[in-house]
């Protein structure tokens, strides 16, 4: 079992920038593929971003590539998404997941999952 703990939403201006962050406990956290996903109201729930255990391999979905940045720090078992130049689409719930391959995290495919945390971004 992972246990995920997102935090760092908020309210912010278009043009303005986030940093969210995932806090994961149990199961061993550097062995997992961890991501994002977003869901804004009314709509299913999309990819965003992940990133391969080692932090070697990322990858985004094209509406935020070049505005947003995967890392993660396995010393402190935190992943983090830098969100910059936010655009008002950007509003949804973002959720971290975690799963043991990269490509079924890709897929939704039974991944691990936290709260969720409102960033929502005015115009």
């Known amino acids: 079992q992972v246990q995920l703990v997102e935090s760092g939403g908020g309210l912010v201006q278009a043009g303005g920038s986030l940093r969210l962050s995932c806090a994961a406990s149990g199961r061993t956290f550097s062995s997992n593929a961890m991501g994002w996903f977003r869901q804004a109201p009314g709509k299913e729930r999309e990819f965003v971003s992940a990133?391969?255990?080692?932090?070697?391999?990322?990858n985004y979905a094209d509406s935020v590539k070049g505005r947003f940045t995967i890392s993660r720090d396995n010393a402190k078992n935190t992943v983090y998404l830098q969100m910059n130049s936010l655009k008002p689409e950007d509003t949804a719930v973002y959720y971290c997941?975690?799963?043991?391959?990269?490509?079924?995290?890709?897929?939704?495919?039974?991944?691990?999952w936290g709260q969720g945390t409102l960033v929502t971004v005015s115009s």
């Open positions: 997941a975690a799963n043991s391959i990269l490509l079924r995290l890709l897929r939704n495919d039974n991944n691990y």
């Open positions: 990133i391969t255990w080692s932090g070697d391999n990322t």
